[in-house]
């Protein structure tokens, strides 16, 4: 099985990047970012491997503002002379584009490297392990539980990444990082009662060593499980459990209003509220691009400012927002380090890094005491249609559980939530100290969360 | 060309060198530029090419798939190395592989193009721009509501080769094109949003059937509209789609539920129920990848098969799973031309194309007027199903209460939730006024262009999500 590094034989990204800095007229300011990296991805079904796949790729993106208008240009893999025609292609863009005093390179600077972010051992993995922690994962995934003897799918995928930057706003030279990742999800079927009910888990760490897939596949197939003989609730006004992945779905949608670049431009619901009470106290949203194990850690941003750690609000009142170098200087502002790029393609926006709700020292057990009785949530779906960051508005499809005296019980499917999203905020009485981070958007993460009231839909 | 056939001959010889059944090649050459008006300036002006190729090996049900986006021949070589070592450790004899002629002749067959009065990758930049200038004037002139306009434009040419160890050779040139317009009014700090994009295999003769200016109307109608909006109700009602909608709805409700992997792992609501009545009879639904211009159009899919009409529903009866090559040859029929991906970094799996409810016999008013008490869905946001048991959820971008026949109060945050087939049962009118819709669609992490379309349609009884129970 090979797996070589993705440049090999060809010119590294730093020198990649050099290439744009050394095309660089003057009165311009030009920025490069090169990307480069492998995946493995296994998926397994009944025992078999169902598919094998290896990838490598790379791309430069290159940025070029001239009289504060922006260009960009990128290229899959290109050789040297290709980055100087990107240089070339971006501004000529930048003639068609409108001046804006928000286009600006930020000065790099070195940031600190992140411990533990590469994992060597990783590098060292074969493949038939890998194959062979997949087919395990399946294996116990359809074992564990009489119910669940299928998967919809189950997969073990790794990724090793290199990122180079290089701008006119610095001093010469270029910035870079590493990182491996690596993940097990399964998503199991149960069968039972006439129904089909599906469940989903994941685990994600550096490295093979960190991942638990026995974890990963007693949940999926408990979660699956539970929610055989699920009825249609009666609508009515309820308390809502969220459980910590339902939770982070609802902050994928309440991200978008944190954006300093929504605010500006008139898309945000949170606009003008800071230093106001926009949650209850019980609310504290931090986000912390710096955060050890998370999902989107990593010592800079997409346009190489050191990433850090930045509270949004605190006990339910609104401190700020989230700022990339463009955001930054409309507002006379500094970047707080989320300028995200989703890849070489992307002209850098605002994204957050590890954004969460911070959790509390109760268990989730007493959250749910608490609650006493309440409608229980553990997938919601439809979010991308239903939910909105602008209008506020956040009505989803959801499935789970009833609970009663104080514990989970009853299942349940073919349900709505509904309320909005500052409704939301404003209702949340209690967090659990289960926090956990998810892999939407580049990671958020929440534990599990009791809402005083939401509109359940249902007959 | 996107590579030679003598290159693509030796991959594929090093891809079946460990035994494999079948090798394949998926090559692929993107030219992209695309253009973006926000907060009333052009900020973002961006050309961009991506290229790469990915190498298939079948063994057994197994697929091993290598992909890199370097296209020289020690890279592909690799690739194919990678992907032979995954399907097999068996050394197998060494296969020759003629490619559609190549052998003796050198030729290969001509790539297949859509030819298009006007190819939007020729049209100056400036007048791209003065497109997305109408559709902004357009937007703020609907109304003093009418805060923020964000205009996107792309246009696309995707250059694909797709050749395999069975000597099939196909090349296809397709041009894409796209304007989204997003659209947000506010008032007494109330804020609601309106977007429409139609889009198009086809070059910029989208703009003669979908002006720039009619777009952004659309859209900033919606969104002021939706100010007046009442919150909507949670309960079980009749619900009307408008034009176009029922698409996303069939798209969602069942067109998943029907795409052949779902099928295979028996991990849908329609697995083993060919022949069935399981819509109302009123149903009549089609995939079709061959619509003229259509935004889903293809004229082979991503594995090179010709792209089909292919008859889903006929008068309620399901007809027909949708295939790719690898779940076709599991069931020993042919490919119905629906294995699709959203780049050469991605293995093909079965996708809709253009997914259609056909127009019926109803007058659209009719049906309204026929209605006591229900919603009006008039514009749907995308949505979302789990094939295994049918249960979807869509959201609607502008919808309306029904009351005594007459649509009344627009309602804000309705969401529709239901399951496949009890839905597609549940319809008891079907009208005669076809529109189609075009969106994006994901399924494991892979986007591609799809088309929906219906007229308008009315469902018995579902339930709605809204705040007001």
């Keep these: 099985m090979r797996e070589r590094p993705a440049g090999s034989g060809r010119p590294d990204l730093p020198e990649l990047c050099a290439v744009a800095m050394a095309e660089a007229a003057g009165g311009e300011a030009v920025e490069a970012f090169a990307q480069e990296d492998t995946h493995v991805q296994v998926r397994a079904r009944a025992g078999e491997v169902e598919s094998l796949s290896f990838s490598e790729s790379r791309g430069v993106g290159v940025r070029v503002i001239v009289d504060e208008r922006l260009g960009y240009a990128y290229a899959a893999d290109p050789e040297p002379a290709e980055v100087a025609e990107l240089v070339r292609v971006a501004r000529e863009g930048a003639r068609f584009a409108e001046p804006d005093p928000g286009n600006v390179l930020v000065r790099i600077g070195p940031a600190d490297p992140i411990a533990g972010l590469f994992d060597e051992a990783q590098a060292t993995v074969t493949t038939d392990r890998k194959v062979a922690v997949a087919l395990e994962l399946e294996r116990l995934a359809t074992s564990r539980r009489p119910e669940v003897r299928k998967v919809e799918s189950v997969g073990y995928g790794d990724a090793r990444s290199r990122v180079a930057m290089a701008s006119t706003a610095m001093d010469g030279g270029s910035v870079e990082f590493s990182r491996t990742d690596c993940w097990a999800s399964a998503t199991c079927l149960a069968e039972g009662e006439g129904q089909t009910e599906s469940g989903w888990s994941f685990g994600l760490a550096r490295g093979l060593a960190g991942l638990d897939v026995a974890a990963v596949a007693d949940e999926a197939a408990d979660r699956a499980a539970r929610l055989l003989g699920g009825r249609k609730p009666a609508s009515a006004r309820l308390p809502v459990v969220l459980d910590p992945a339902a939770a982070a779905a609802f902050l994928s949608v309440l991200s978008g209003a944190l954006s300093a670049e929504a605010v500006q431009k008139g898309r945000s619901p949170l606009a003008t509220l800071v230093g106001q009470a926009v949650g209850s106290d019980a609310v504290t949203l931090v986000d912390d691009g710096r955060l050890e194990g998370a999902p989107a850690t990593a010592p800079f941003d997409g346009e190489g400012v050191a990433t850090g750690r930045t509270t949004l609000v605190e006990g339910g009142v609104l401190r700020g927002f989230l700022h990339n170098a463009y955001t930054a200087a409309r507002a006379g502002a500094g970047s707080t380090g989320n300028a995200g790029r989703g890849s070489y393609r992307s002209v850098p926006g605002v994204a957050p890094t590890n954004l969460h709700l911070s959790p509390s020292d109760q268990d989730a057990e007493a959250l749910l005491r608490r609650a006493g009785r309440a409608v229980y949530v553990q997938d919601v779906s439809g979010l991308h249609s239903g939910a909105s960051s602008i209008s506020g508005v956040f009505s989803v499809g959801a499935t789970g559980l009833r609970v009663e005296g104080g514990a989970l019980g009853a299942p349940l499917r073919e349900m709505t939530i509904a309320s909005t999203l500052l409704d939301v905020l404003g209702a949340i009485v209690a967090v659990a100290s289960d926090l956990r981070f998810f892999p939407f958007g580049a990671g958020l993460g929440a534990p599990t969360v009791l809402v005083g009231e939401m509109t359940v839909g249902g007959t | ?469």
């Design chain 2, 1 to 469: 060309m996107v590579l030679e056939p003598e290159l693509v001959q030796r991959v594929l010889r090093v891809a079946l060198g460990t035994g494999g059944r079948l090798a394949e090649v998926f090559a692929e050459d993107r030219t992209t530029t695309s253009l973006r008006l926000d907060d009333g300036r052009v900020e973002e002006v961006v050309a961009g090419r991506d290229r790469g190729a990915g190498v298939r090996v079948f063994h057994g049900d197994t697929q091993a798939y290598a992909h890199t986006n370097r296209m020289d021949e020690a890279a592909l070589v690799r690739a194919a190395e990678a992907a032979a070592s995954a399907a097999g450790t068996r050394t197998g004899s060494v296969r020759v592989v003629d490619l559609a002629g190549a052998s003796s002749t050198g030729d290969v067959p001509d790539p297949i193009t859509h030819p298009v009065p006007e190819p939007a990758d020729g049209v100056a930049r400036d007048r791209k721009v003065a497109w997305l200038r109408e559709a902004d004037d357009a937007a703020r002139a609907v109304a003093p509501t009418v805060r923020q306009v964000a205009v996107a434009y792309f246009d696309t040419r995707q250059r694909v080769l797709i050749a395999d160890s069975d000597g099939s050779w196909v090349e296809e040139d397709r041009p894409r094109i796209r304007l989204f317009v997003s659209v947000v009014a506010g008032r007494d700090g109330v804020m609601q949003t309106g977007s429409h994009g139609p889009a198009s295999m086809g070059g910029t003769e989208l703009f003669q059937r979908h002006p720039p200016a009619a777009t952004a109307e659309r859209a900033a109608r919606q969104a002021v509209t939706m100010l007046d909006g009442i919150p909507a109700p949670a309960a079980e009602m009749a619900v009307v789609i408008g034009p176009g909608g029922g698409g996303v709805l069939f798209h969602e409700a069942c067109g998943h539920g029907l795409e052949a992997d779902h099928i295979q792992k028996d991990a849908s609501v329609f697995a083993g129920r060919l022949g069935d009545r399981l819509a109302s009879p009123l149903v009549n639904g089609v995939d079709d990848g061959t619509v003229p211009g259509a935004w889903g159009s293809l004229a082979v899919d991503d594995e090179g098969a010709p792209t089909h009409r292919t008859v889903l529903f006929e008068e309620g009866v399901l007809v027909s799973y949708l295939y790719d090559r690898l779940r076709a040859e599991h069931d020993g029929v042919p490919t119905t031309g629906n294995g699709r991906r959203q780049s050469h970094a991605h293995l093909p799996i079965p996708r809709m194309t253009n997914s259609y409810i056909l127009a019926g016999d109803a007058d659209p008013e009719g049906v309204i007027a026929d209605t006591p008490r229900g919603l009006y869905a008039r514009t749907l946001g995308g949505g979302q199903v789990n094939p295994a048991n049918g249960d979807f959820v869509f959201g609607v971008a502008e919808g309306y209460l029904i009351e005594d026949g007459r649509i009344t109060s627009p309602v804000r945050g309705a969401n529709l939730i239901g399951n496949g087939p009890a839905i597609l049962a549940a319809i008891d009118a079907v009208a005669t006024d076809f529109e189609t819709w075009d969106g994006v669609c994901g399924k494991e992490g892979q986007g591609v262009p799809v088309g929906a379309g219906s007229p308008t349609i009315r469902i018995a009884r579902m339930t709605v999500g809204g705040t007001d129970a």
